[in-house]
């Protein structure tokens, strides 16, 4: 996944249009990818995952879209509502399953729906 | 289900006190436990691993000594900062990992730090 950084990319939408949150991991070898929603002042939730064996995976109102070609990772948000107002975090797993199984988080994008 | 809290969700000590935070997962038992740190504007980073019964295996540059963890149960995580100063203030959260056919962390609502 990308460093940590000071400077915290932004999203800015219109409530109804679609969100399209991107993230670019540099380990080849991680095997499982998770995206994260975060409030203001709360921890982070779970939105959707996806395995490396998938280059496409959907929920409600979310898509994942994997290119392992690229390394790179997005979240597509439907019809995106003033609640979805928060920062997001991709994060990598490299070691799915084994003994060494931890995440590594990107650097998050901010993203702001406009009612 | 897979719910984590923390507590406390907010504290405020003196430098040079000693804060112990604590995780818990409620209603499934954690086969490991993580604690990040999370500074403004800025991404999670992982702290240590916690897994019951054995010690932590910390991430590089995190002291031991400063940051005890404690996983004394399948439910039960804690992390002490000891001997805190102001550049300890920071958002503590954990997460829980249920291990077996899931690969997904489950986050606690965090715990804001501030030493004054």
């Known amino acids: 996944g990308e460093s940590v950084g000071l400077h915290l990319p932004t999203l800015s939408v219109q409530e109804g249009d679609n969100s399209i949150i991107n993230c670019a991991y540099s380990?080849?070898?991680?095997?499982?990818f998770i995206w994260y929603k975060q409030e203001s002042g709360k921890g982070p939730q779970f939105i959707i995952d996806i395995r490396s064996n998938m280059d496409k995976r959907q929920g409600q109102r979310v898509t994942v879209l994997l290119n392992k070609t690229v390394k790179h990772l997005s979240l597509q948000i439907a019809a995106t509502q003033p609640g979805d107002s928060a920062v997001y975090f991709c994060?990598?797993?490299?070691?799915?399953?084994?003994?060494?199984?931890?995440?590594?988080f990107g650097k998050g994008t901010l993203l702001t729906v406009n009612p | 289900g897979a719910v984590v809290s923390q507590h406390p969700s907010w504290v405020i000590c003196k430098s040079g006190t000693s804060v112990k935070i604590e995780c818990r997962s409620l209603?499934?038992?954690?086969?490991?436990m993580f604690w990040y740190r999370q500074f403004p504007k800025q991404s999670l980073m992982l702290m240590a691993t916690?897994?019951?019964?054995?010690?932590?295996?910390?991430e590089q540059g995190v002291e031991k000594d400063k940051f005890l963890i404690n996983h004394a149960s399948l439910t039960l995580s804690t992390l002490t900062v000891t001997s805190a100063h102001p550049e300890d203030s920071s958002f503590y959260i954990c997460?829980?990992?249920?291990?077996?056919?899931?690969?997904?962390?489950?986050f606690g609502p965090g715990t804001r730090l501030t030493v004054l």
């Open positions: 380990n080849s070898a991680s095997d499982y």
């Open positions: 209603d499934f038992q954690a086969t490991t």
């Open positions: 997460s829980a990992w249920m291990g077996g056919a899931t690969d997904t962390q489950y």
């Open positions: 916690s897994n019951e019964g054995s010690k932590a295996t910390y």
């Open positions: 994060a990598e797993n490299t070691d799915s399953g084994g003994s060494n199984y931890k995440l590594t």
